[in-house]
């Protein structure tokens, strides 16, 4: 509280004998967009919020199992939430089902004006069961509006499931499905859909092939592990190809099988790749990626300034893993261009709460756009008690990062902007070790969040001399020289609730820093009940960028972006406390050797009104 | 003398419940034209209206779902006239402060003309009506975006084709609601 020559430069110091601010910090321009009321007034705290404050109990620790193997003992422990705090948690501006259960999102396609979203949906409940496929139209990847179910589970080639697949655009027009049935002997079969009428731009009636599946369980391959087939890409023998993921001694594997007609499929004698030990392949996904312009690719696209992306979801970790190589199409096989990093066991697509994503080919704007699932973390038992399970994220644009060279970028379409209503902008408002800076902001429930960092004086990164080897993304309250640093998001005035999301820097062994990119949910919410971990992964920070994060808010769920996209999480968050008025925005620096500055822009979001097609007739 | 009476009321009646030849011509052109009439007065833009109406040969014969689809219609020209009007000014390689909005523009206007508002049309003719709404606000949502877009510079090359293509939609779903209204 003392004023100490490194504070002179702050505008002003919050005394406790005096409760009401002075004047508003010089350094805060004023709000760019007209409705931002009390800008400028912004409260700095100096106590060390960090140390002093551990309302919660540690979570025992978990595995990356999601707590579904007591369920009694969760029931016993779970948080008397109010339908309010149950409504507060429903997304704003996300996709999600008006109730009960969804999961992957399946056959995603731009046609006729209309972009279309599938997904596994149980329209009984709000755990997973009795799959359907789930149709939602837009014309922005934003405003959705709800339409009748694509697809029941009424054949005996899908009796156990519609579960999940892809679309392809053929060149004449036509649309192809290919989807995994679980028949009715629980045996895994990929089946063809196509749409009743073509020239109905909503693709409201789907027609599945008399004659399914086209594909059943090869020999050698468990009839229980073969799903999720992906879209299709032409060979230049004029053929189709498409991969079915599977496992065989522990290997994840993806199977090819071609075909000229969709109808009748060969399976390839070999595999496009294989990566031991990292188990079942779920919702394999195959895309190229431009290495010479920001333009996506149409999926059949191959040559030079081309590298293909493959990815799994891995059965066993729940966690979406890629690599980036080199596809042959005359041998059908990819290469990745670091074997260290094959497919599991390198770069993670997200490295939070998410699940089952699958990209396609938006042939109306050029771009590749990303789709993820995101899973509650709470238990099967709140989720029946609120009626609904599970968002998807907002879509991403998936780019190659040809910076770095070896990952991709991904970031929010940005139609997504079209929702941005008033911003407030701060300039470099000083954060010094130890402290955190109430952001004056209104409402903080549903934000778009830009924030750039400085280190103060790079003297600091060459004068740190021991190796503080964090190989991993640690609790926020885990101080080092250099971090961490970043945004408390959902966390109430007095901190009893919090979501830390930060940069984490630290010096190896071998002399070169690294940086981590870490959503802390240790402490985000009393109730005990929910599943709260810590969550990220590395991020590159080349010499000349600054620290930069982006964040969308929208209750329950928040996705933050650093580094333009290189590393990303989606947090799911349910605070009992830090909901409505009573969420606030904090900046935090929880190092001990260096202050940070931070320059922010910050959008209150509109909601999306996602509601059903108005299909009444006259 | 009674009878004679009432036979000649009867008559008389009979008279007066004939129609008169010059009559029945009158009667239905004026009907029409007050329905276009009537019709624009309910609308944002009654000159505007009556002007587009007009225009259309088929328009005196139509009902008020035939004025909403020609209303439609004009929405569709107006946009494909904007999109010409792009398309030609990106053509003469303005600079690249002018380029970028007029080429953002572009591609707001290209699925409008090709599927939005043929499909509103469309649903017109189908009876949907939730789903023309849709379009057409999506119609007046895409120029208006296009005009923001221009917010860096003083002065936009499109701001009356935009403003425009807002007015005709303005109207059109002013229509439209008469039609809700009257279900």
Known sequence: MQN?????NAPYTLLPEDPSPARPPASSRRPVKVFAATAASVVFLTSLVMLIVNQSPETPTESD???????????????????????????????????????????????????????????????????????????????????????????WFDAGGVWTGSATLLPDGRIVILYTGDTDESIQVQNLAYPANL?????????????????????????????????????????????????????????????????????????????????????????????????????????PGVKHVLKASLDDLKKDYYAIGTYDPVSDTWTPDDPEADVGMGLQVDYGRYYASKTFFDQNT?????????????????????GWASVQTIPRVVTFDNKTGSNILEWPVEEVESLRLNSTEFDDILVEAGSAVLLDIGMATQLDISVEFEIEGSDALEALE??????????????????????????????????PIYFHIAKSTNGSLTTLFCADETRSSKALEVFKKVYGGPVAVLDDEKFTMRLLVDHSIIESFAQGGRTVITSRIYPTEAIYGAAKLFLFNNATGVNVTASLEIWQMNSAFI???????M | MKALVCFLLLLL???????????????????MADLIDQTCRLTPFYDLCISSLRSDPGSGAADVRGLARIMAGSVLASASRTLDRIQELLGQAPDPETERPLAYCAELYIPVVK????????????GQLGFAVYGLSDAGKEAQACEKNFSGLSWSPVTDVNEQVRDLVDVALAIIKILQRSF
């Open chain 1, 65 to 155: 199992h999601p707590p579904r193997s007591d369920p009694s003992v969760r029931d016993r422990l779970s948080y008397n939430w109010t339908n309010a705090m149950f409504a507060w948690q429903r997304t704003a501006f996300h996709f999600q089902p008006e109730k009960n259960w969804m999961n992957d999102p399946d056959g995603p396609l731009y046609y006729m004006g209309w972009y279309h979203l599938f997904y596994q949906y149980n329209p009984d409940s709000a755990v997973w069961g009795n799959i359907t496929w789930g149709h939602a139209v837009s014309k922005d990847l934003i405003h959705w509006l709800y339409l009748p179910l694509a697809m029941v589970p009424d054949r």
């Open chain 2, 115 to 126: 599927y939005t508002l043929p499909q509103a049309i469309e649903a017109l003719g189908k």
């Open chain 1, 466 to 499: 021991e190796p503080e080897a964090i190989i991993e993304c640690a609790t926020a309250q885990n101080r080092t020289t250099l971090g961490p640093f970043g945004l408390l998001v959902l966390a109430d005035k007095s901190l009893s609730e919090l979501t």
């Open chain 2, 13 to 31: 009646l009979l008279l007066a419940t004939l129609p008169s030849p010059t009559r029945s011509f009158e009667f239905p052109a004026r009907e």
């Open chain 1, 199 to 303: 020239s109905d731009p909503l693709l409201i009636e789907w027609v599945k092939y008399p004659d399914n599946p086209v594909i059943v369980p090869p020999a050698g391959i468990n009839p229980e592990e073969f799903r999720d087939p992906t879209t299709a890409w032409m060979g230049p023998d004029g053929t189709w190809r498409i991969l079915v993921g599977s496992k065989v001694d522990g290997s994840g594997i993806a199977l090819i099988y071609q075909t000229s007609n969709f109808t009748a499929f060969e399976a390839q004698p070999g595999l496009l790749h294989a990566v031991n030990g990292t188990g079942m392949w779920e919702c394999v996904d195959f895309y190229p990626v431009s290495t010479n312009s920001s333009n996506g690719l149409e999926t059949s696209v191959v040559g």
């Open chain 1, 4 to 8: 100490s020559p490194s504070h002179t």
């Open chain 1, 611 to 617: 509601r059903p097609f108005p299909l009444e007739e």
């Open chain 1, 366 to 386: 050029g771009r590749r756009i990303l789709w993820g699932w995101i899973n509650e973390t709470d238990t099967d038992y709140d989720d029946l008690a609120k």
